[in-house]
């Protein structure tokens, strides 16, 4: 018996799953007679749909329909968690550590395959900022999400029983850096919360809280056009929050924001949006990669000059075949990510048959973005739409785009539950550390005879 062709899929993200899910359907033949298998090595057992993080934020959606398990929807595919290291595609060998590896204490182990689809997707753009690496808060998982969530509320409660000023206002001082989506919609929610929340505060008011968007550029929101950001900007200053453009954050040692115009801001919050970077695991392959450091394709979705090897999404520098611009690249998001994935499967399916491959020509269509509830902006095919219409939209297209029906369904019947009642106000930091009272108490009983040191 010959072995079945193994394909292996790196990263369980948009492009991972998706894939991993069309080549189920695709290879259904192969599968059940064993010539094919999948192995789809993921740090985390499930999908983060990324576009929902802001309302798991604000508690608009729960945390646990903001991500999608990876065994229930890959039923037919051979699960790993752990993070694949490195790539010798010429011996057709992945290096990965898994969670039994660690246990066991034997290092990283090799995995052969046939076919390779390199999708671990992106991390955060950092800068050498003093003091982010300290105080920083990022915004890419759903843990970051429900942890800026819990933060928040938290400050929100130290500032309303501290009796010092400068702790209070330090507190209530909340600095975004990024003005792409995920730092302008992040914000929009967590303004939006933190301003309903406050209302339970017998001293605290909504105008007592200071919201903070630091853009280097002269605009935020660039995916929707610059009438569109424009209106962004009006519309967050209508609520009182301070969008700084053209300006940097130079530093935030010892809790304190110091921006490039001179501005210093004492904070117990600098939330770090700042674009994004290819994984690492990119320059630990034999791949050819462009000067931004992503895997270099074809418009089949293969990487250039590489046979067996495929790539799609933030890792992949796709020539955009719809663009009269020549050299021009598809954009690194979610729109094309998930559209990509379809094509590269059936180009796998097509190239283990001996068929011939099709191209990705996907022309963009537009974006859409929520600046809170009942808020938004929306430039989609070629039309422009703003407040209560544009925030609709962004809701109804996401809820199309989240995958299974399972999920669509109960983040509606969140959404309307979310309308007819209050909003959950709660904070349960303690989740972050559920270990630290049982510790407490099981930790033994200061000795009576010891004295404090003076």
């Not at 301070?242 to 801001?265: H, I, K, N, W």
């Not at 399916?349 to 973005?369: C, D, E, F, I, T």
């Not at 669509?408 to 630290?436: D, M, Q």
Request: glycine residues 8%; hydrophobic residues 40%.
């Amino acid at each position: 018996m010959t072995e079945p062709a193994r394909i292996l899929v790196v990263g369980g993200g948009y492009v991972g799953m998706y894939t991993a899910l069309r080549l189920q359907r695709q290879l259904r033949a192969e599968l059940r007679a064993g010539a094919a298998e999948i192995v789809v090595v993921t740090p985390e057992p499930y999908m983060t749909y990324q576009p929902f993080l802001p309302e798991a934020a604000a508690g608009s959606i729960s945390p646990r329909h903001v991500v999608v398990p990876l065994r229930r929807v890959l039923d037919r595919c051979r699960i790993v968690i752990g993070e694949v290291r490195a790539v010798d595609h010429a011996k057709r060998t992945a290096t990965l550590a898994t969670l039994a590896t660690e246990e066991e204490g034997t290092g990283a182990t090799e995995l052969t395959y046939d076919e390779l689809v390199i999708a671990p997707g992106s991390v955060s753009r950092t800068l050498p900022v003093p003091g982010l690496a300290d105080h920083g808060i990022g915004f890419k998982t759903v843990e970051e999400a429900i942890g800026l969530r819990n933060h928040v509320i938290e400050q929100m409660d130290i500032a309303s029983s501290t009796r010092d000023p400068a702790i209070r206002d330090a507190a209530l001082t909340f600095v975004f850096v990024g003005g792409g989506y995920a730092g302008v919609e992040a914000l929009a929610e967590l303004e939006d919360m933190a301003r309903y929340t406050a209302r339970y505060y017998h001293n605290l008011k909504p105008e007592d809280l200071r919201w903070v968007l630091v853009e280097a550029s002269d605009r935020i929101l660039p995916e929707v056009g610059e009438e569109m950001g424009r209106y962004a900007v009006r519309e967050l200053r209508g609520r009182n929050i301070d969008v700084r453009l053209q300006t940097r954050l130079d530093s935030c040692e010892d809790r304190v924001a110091v921006l490039s115009d001179g501005t210093r801001l004492p904070t117990r919050t600098v939330v770090w949006t700042a674009g994004v970077k290819p994984a690492p695991v990119l320059a630990a392959t034999d791949l050819p990669l462009n000067e931004r450091g992503r895997l270099r394709c074809t418009a089949e979705l293969a990487v250039d000059g590489v046979a067996h090897a495929w790539a799609a999404g933030d890792a992949a520098a796709v020539p955009d075949v719809t663009s009269r611009e020549p050299g021009k690249e598809c954009a690194p998001n979610a729109q094309h990510a998930v559209r990509q994935a379809k094509v590269l499967a059936e180009n796998i399916a097509a190239s283990l048959r001996g068929q011939p491959l099709k191209q990705y020509a996907h022309a963009y269509v537009g974006s859409v973005a929520s600046l809170g509830l009942h808020q938004g902006v929306a430039h989609v095919y070629g039309r422009k739409l703003k407040g209560y219409p544009a925030w609709f939209m962004h809701r109804a297209y996401h809820l199309s785009r989240v995958p299974t029906f399972n999920r669509k369904a109960r983040v509606l019947a969140e959404w309307t539950l979310s309308g007819l009642f209050k909003r959950e106000i709660v904070s349960l930091g303690s989740l972050e550390h559920p270990r630290a009272e049982f510790e407490l108490a099981a930790a033994p009983p200061p000795d009576p005879g010891d004295k404090p040191s003076s």
